[in-house]
């Protein structure tokens, strides 16, 4: 049993085929997937899906990129659909930074970022975290707010060795990025990373896992990664998959 703990189910590459690709998620016996909340505009979509399928559920946040459309009285509101199990993904993004007005791009992401760490701090809820090129800011801002989190995931975790700090209250999301020919950073660092916080996800549509790079991503490719975990970390698929299932129902109580 795998538990996607990161699918964007809400994408508009789903809307032709979603029951095909659930019908598929649960021939590869995946469990239960969570819709991470990217884009406000996206949540009533998110909510839709959750509540027509008893094993999907989702995050009210917003990613640093739709920073300009933070509402946390929209979040306040879907926080308490039953289906909600955390806040994000939320965070900061430095790969795409504006040719003028950097410090102040910055500092948005921030401010954007610290509101919804409130707001998982105040709900009790865990949080959903993207860093990209933002490691130093991340993991301070972060250290922050550690002892009042109830805990949280660095998705699609970057191998950034500085935010293994984190692992006193953070679990660590293990997608595609880890089957990529070129990619032996997360490889690497992969057996640091204590067992008890290993999570299983997709991101899909993206980062699809080889041998189907390049395609669209989806829940039923989560057992690319977990094989490749096993290979890694010398253990067998079923205890991999054990282990981040136990990691995922004990972060987000579901």
């Known amino acids: 049993m795998i538990i996607d703990t990161h699918c964007h189910l809400d994408d508009e590459s789903f809307e032709a ?25 996206d ?29 946390e009285s929209v979040l306040r509101k ?16 430095y790969y795409r930074l504006p040719e003028s007005g950097t410090n ?18 105040e709900l009790k809820k865990p949080l959903i975290v993207h860093i990209r090129d933002a490691n130093e800011d991340s993991l301070s801002i972060l250290k922050e707010y550690e002892d009042k989190l109830v ?3 660095l998705h699609c975790y970057n191998a950034s060795p500085i935010l293994l700090e984190l692992s006193r209250t953070f679990y660590y999301g293990i997608g595609g990025v880890l089957t990529f ?12 990373i204590p067992k008890e916080r290993l999570l299983i996800e997709t991101d899909a549509p993206y980062l699809t896992p080889v041998p189907y790079r390049g395609e669209r991503n989806e829940p039923a490719r989560t057992i690319f990664v977990r094989d490749k975990m096993s290979e890694i970390l010398n253990l067998s698929g079923d205890e991999i998959e054990r282990i981040t299932t136990q990691n995922a129902l004990k972060l987000f109580a579901i």
């Open 17 to 41: 085929d979603l029951t095909a690709v659930l019908e598929r998620a649960k021939d590869a016996n995946i469990e239960k997937i969570i819709i991470p909340g990217a884009s406000i505009k």
């Open 43 to 71: 949540l009533p979509k998110a909510i839709r899906i959750s509540e027509e399928q008893k094993n999907i559920f989702f995050a009210v946040g917003v990613h640093p990129y739709h920073v300009d459309e933070m509402d």
């Open 78 to 93: 879907f926080a308490k659909h039953e289906k909600c199990v955390a806040v994000g993904e939320c965070g900061l993004d």
């Open 104 to 121: 102040e791009y910055k500092a948005r992401q921030k401010e954007v970022f610290i509101a919804q760490i409130k707001l998982a701090c």
């Open 151 to 153: 805990g949280g995931v």
């Open 181 to 192: 020919k070129n990619e032996k950073k997360l490889g690497a660092i992969l057996p640091q």
